[in-house]
């Protein structure tokens, strides 16, 4: 018979998961605090009750665990509903429910969303304390969208670079980020299904507005 | 009779733009080169042919001539055919032709394609030199689009918080920054004018998919 450590897969990933949270947790409250040089990867692993070698398992280096990790944010199992769900269609061609499912998994992925205010809190007083570190999260956010973008592809079994793959991606991750945003803010007392829904639906206002392309002037791009 | 420089608001307008954009992209030649500590306002002004007065005039600081002049990107009269072709529908009904209208006027603007690829890669310099300054840089473009939700909203006659005038400008800009890029990707040869409409087309695609509001979950934001 097996250890369960090694049969129960989901419980040693989300072991896994916990801790890089908290190495993350841990980098952006002594950046916040400190700057980055203020405080050492040995400080981290003190609060946090790992090792050195525990800490570089996890992030090649300090500033990657500031950024924190893609994967704690996209839970596997919620992802995988979504890529079968493109199963109603042939490879090649878009799915009908393409829309509906980014719309679901929105509103399954803000179930987290108590964890990603203190997130945000912690990033923004990062940001203060180190604004140069904007490149690194603007580029991982951009490597997220990216991968994002190859689960959309594999879904509806099309190029990643699909131009409805490619709006999928940005125009939902836009809209998602907006109606948080608005969540977030000050005042605020509507849910935030109640705001997704609103921007879908003024987004599909918007959208399906009868549009014919404008006539090409001449010598222009 | 008057002066010609006096009735002509058009020219000196024009005179005052190319001035403000002369200061700009000198501000940011040399922060790329030497930092934002590494010159001084009088050496900006000598470069441009300037006054230190005409500086100020223009801009209250060197941070501010570096980020530039928001209406140097949207030309006046652009923006007035644009808010004047809402007049099709009564005041508080979003016009049928907002897309269209939105889509015209972003190729419009794209004329002036050849002046923002530089602008684009001076930006870079700049933050490659003095990356804090993109927390100004995207606080500008917020501003931008926050005035941008103004003409909207006057066009269409509702508040500017209006999630259909929110959706347009925040998709709208985004799927025009996104076909910028693809435009100036080494290597892209087709008409920037060919990449945005694709976008706006998968856009229409997937926002003109069926959609139900997906059941609520208990007890859940």
Redesign the interface.
């Known amino acids: 018979m097996e250890n369960s450590a090694n049969t129960d897969g989901g419980l040693r990933e989300r072991k896994r998961a916990a801790t890089r949270a908290a190495i993350t947790a841990i980098a952006r409250k002594l950046t916040a605090e400190r700057g980055l040089n203020g405080y050492t990867v040995d400080e981290v692993c003190s609060e946090a009750g790992i090792s050195r070698r525990t800490f570089f398992n996890y992030f090649p280096a300090k500033e990657d665990a500031i950024i924190g990790h893609a994967d704690d944010e996209l839970p596997h199992e919620v992802i995988d509903e979504f890529i079968a769900g493109g199963q109603s269609s042939p490879p090649g061609i878009?799915s009908?429910?393409?829309?509906?499912d980014l719309?679901?998994l929105s509103?399954k992925l803000?179930?987290n969303?108590a964890a990603s205010e203190e997130d945000t809190r912690q990033l923004i007083g990062v940001?203060k304390k180190e604004?140069?570190l904007?490149?690194r999260i603007?580029g991982a956010t951009e490597q997220r969208e990216a991968e994002f973008a190859k689960d959309v592809a594999l879904r509806e079994g099309v190029a990643p670079d699909?131009?409805?793959v490619?709006?999928?991606v940005?125009?939902l991750g836009?809209?998602a980020r907006?109606s948080s945003l608005a969540?977030f803010s000050e005042g605020n007392t509507r849910?935030?299904?109640e705001l997704l829904?609103?921007?879908?639906?003024?987004?599909?206002?918007?959208?399906?507005?009868?549009?014919?392309?404008?006539a090409?002037?001449e010598g222009?791009?």
Do not use: K
């Not at 829904?197 to 404008?214: G, K």
């Open positions: 878009i009908p429910t393409l829309l509906q719309v679901t509103l803000s179930e969303m940001i604004p140069q904007i490149l603007i699909h131009p409805v490619q709006m999928a940005v125009l836009n809209i907006r969540y849910p935030y299904r829904l609103e921007n879908i639906s003024a987004a599909r206002r918007l959208f399906s507005q009868e549009f014919q392309e404008p090409p002037a222009r791009p």
